[in-house]
């Protein structure tokens, strides 16, 4: 039974640029960075929804309109049914503490002059989690459930190795009993091994405390390894979103498969020698015209130049941005040439 | 593989900072065979990168190198600058992980392409123009002619790095060492980009040393790879061996790290703990305090690396354990 906790509709956001006054004064249009142009998508209870796309692709900018750290200038986003742009006082407090972020990097987002034991308590205070006497008890509780010892208290975030520090954010997320993490580039500065370790953190957390996640990243590996369901952003929209295993095993849209040949996989008997994708992100401050993806597509044809595809349904829970509808289908996934000719 | 084949080979290269108290690299050897591509995987402070500019003595005065570097039957080591000069950036070429810091950013591209083209070859003014339209042809900048005209910031970050494959390339090289050459890049520009270096290798017969901390560029680019961690390489093989069968802990949980296809939301086979800093490697097999199999002499004797085939080697007192142990990766 799949519950909806977080219903996004139509959301978009644009940071403007600035502009001179010749062009104020000759009507054109103000530039503006698109970062994200009407996102549609729903978060279930309890599962973990990966955002998957390259830089610039505005999968932070979403991230940020979630926990309402950006007001969204298009769209809203309905958390439990209520708008969060309206959300006002006590309600808008106790969203932002039922929804967390924690961020890429943990060197800039601990405050370097609190030792962790206020940087915990702080939050804990804030959001009368437990009454005074009772706050030091619960950050030990705390510091264990994230796999620190209880010394770590005393210290200061830099005295900790970059795994630890992310760690530590990831405790002061906790520390709200939060029912969403929005995790964004969480492992991304971390080395490889210690990259698993925070990883199987999420996991175990996720089970325990029976989190929702919606883990942003830009490395297929990771978001294919942690999440339920994986949406893939390109230019600021959405282009697929399905459960990972389908979307992985037969991507619907053009980009998705381009992302997927694109990565390396560890497996030295699956080499590629053909570049999967030329071209590079065209600029978020003009977008092409039609389908985002059509200056860099293979499969263009007439259509994509001229008109924007919407998410359709491709399957179960399934859906795919793509004019060519049978893009990726099984009957023809030998066969991609049919497809180029268009219909 | 026959002697001749030997392009560089490093003998018991050691680099020192700060008058001998922090050992970057600790007593590494290599070769490099012609026409190969040799990965140097490891985590941060593993020593890769500090390997590949030891060859090219590119360090601080802080720093003491020694060991040998032979090339083309000359020690590196040995050559006064003079000699260096000419291999350095001429017979071996380097590019670096961030083209944004190596590149010039007050000289247009066509003076930093003809900055080497004057040093390392003989064309005249208009051969060197000519040339360098070439080059940009070659590693895929489209209009040349105008862009050569661009300074660095002029270029997105993937054009940037193909402007530096481009200078590298100037002087013919033998042998191109690579940095991280795709870690500041986005996955379908790393992909151009890996692929443009080894249709490079092929087109133009060089051997490629590149040091990366993703295994999956290992398993998708390399012929060779060498494990390092802590300053010393504690695996070496072709991909397809160490990949199906390693026989160091360390290789093993590494390859556990990277999450693969038909484990989806399992746990990780990680590795407790994280790499040890400089200046608190382990005493014994610097590995010893996180690794699952280590044993009572790990802590005391450090392993050295040994031959266990043809071109295979690890430094693991309890390697039949590992290799019994089977590969993460199926």
Not at chain 2, 142 to 159: C, I, N, T, V
Not at chain 2, 201 to 209: A, G, P
Request: charged share 20%; glycine share 8%; aromatic share 4%.
């Amino acid at each position: 039974m799949q519950v909806t906790l977080i219903q996004v509709e139509d959301v978009s956001k644009r940071f403007p640029l600035p502009q001179s006054v010749l062009n104020r004064l000759s009507g054109k249009p103000a530039p503006a960075v698109h970062a994200v142009n009407g996102i549609s998508l729903t978060i279930h209870r309890g599962e973990t929804l990966g955002i998957v796309g390259e830089s610039g692709c505005g999968k932070s900018t979403l991230a940020r309109c979630l926990v309402r750290l950006h007001e969204c200038d298009g769209g809203r986003i309905l958390f439990e049914g209520a708008d969060i742009a309206k959300l006002k006082g006590t309600t808008r407090r106790a969203f932002n503490r039922r929804v967390q972020m924690i961020f890429q990097d943990p060197y800039s987002s601990l405050n370097p002059r609190m030792k962790v034991r206020r940087i915990l308590g702080e939050a804990l205070s804030v959001h009368q989690m437990r009454p005074t006497k009772d706050i030091p008890a619960r950050i030990l509780e705390l510091l264990d459930l994230v796999g620190l010892s209880p010394d770590a208290a005393d210290r200061y975030p830099h005295e900790f190795s970059g795994g630890q520090r992310q760690r530590v954010g990831i405790a002061r997320a906790l520390a709200v009993e939060p029912e969403v993490l929005v995790a964004d580039e969480l492992v991304s500065a971390l080395d490889v091994s210690v990259q698993a370790q925070v990883v199987n953190l999420l996991l175990d957390l996720q089970d325990r405390l029976n989190l929702t996640v919606v883990f942003v990243a830009h490395d297929l590996r990771l978001v294919r390894h942690i999440s339920h369901r994986v949406a893939v952003m390109y230019l600021g929209k959405i282009v697929e979103i399905a459960p990972t295993a389908a979307l992985f095993s037969a991507p619907r849209h053009p980009y998705t498969r381009a992302l997927l040949d694109a990565a390396p996989e560890i497996d030295p008997t699956k080499r590629s020698r053909t570049v999967a994708m030329h071209g590079e992100l065209p600029s978020p401050i003009n977008l092409p015209k039609g389908c985002l993806f059509s200056t860099r597509c293979p499969h263009a044809f007439d259509r994509c130049f001229t008109e924007l595809p919407q998410l359709d349904d491709r399957g179960p829970l399934h859906q795919s941005a793509c004019h060519l509808v049978d893009f990726g289908a099984k009957s023809d996934h030998t066969n991609s040439n049919i497809m180029e000719e268009g219909p | 593989m026959n002697v001749s084949d030997l392009v560089l080979e490093v003998r018991n290269l050691t680099t020192t900072f700060g008058g001998g108290r922090l050992t970057a690299v600790n007593d590494v050897s290599f070769s490099v065979m012609a026409g190969e591509v040799l990965g140097l995987v490891g985590e941060s402070g593993s020593g890769k990168s500090v390997t590949l500019r030891s060859i090219m003595q590119l360090l601080p005065a802080s720093s003491a190198i020694s060991g040998q570097v032979f090339w083309q039957g000359d020690d590196l080591m040995e050559m006064s600058n003079s000699e260096l000069r000419v291999v350095r950036g001429g017979q071996i070429s380097m590019i670096f992980q961030e083209p944004t810091t190596a590149l010039n950013p007050v000289l247009s591209v066509a003076t930093q392409i003809e900055e080497n083209l004057k040093v390392h070859t003989r064309l005249d003014r208009a051969g060197r123009a000519a040339r360098a339209r070439d080059l940009m042809d070659l590693v895929g900048i489209p209009d040349a002619k105008l862009r050569l005209k661009e300074y660095p910031h002029q270029f997105s970050g993937g054009m940037r790095q193909r402007v530096m494959i481009a200078i590298a390339l100037a002087s013919d090289p033998a042998l191109l060492l690579a940095d991280e050459p795709t870690t500041a890049l986005d996955v379908t520009i790393q992909d151009q980009i890996l692929n443009l270096i080894l249709d490079l290798r092929d087109e133009l017969s060089m051997s490629v040393v590149l040091v990366t901390h993703d295994l999956g560029v290992v398993a998708a680019t390399c012929d060779r790879v060498a494990v390092m961690y802590a300053g010393r390489i504690v695996e070496t093989g072709t991909v397809q061996q160490v990949f199906a069968e390693p026989n160091h802990a360390y290789t093993r949980g590494l390859l556990g790290s990277v999450p693969h296809a038909g484990t989806e939301r399992t746990m990780l086979l990680s590795i407790e703990g994280k790499p040890p800093g400089l200046s608190e490697i382990p005493l014994g097999c610097a590995f010893n305090p996180r690794c699952e199999f280590s044993t009572a002499r790990c802590g005391v004797d450090r392993p050295e690396l040994e031959d266990i085939g043809p071109g295979r080697q690890v430094a693991c007192f309890n390697r039949d354990a590992v290799a019994a142990s089977g590969s993460p990766i199926g």
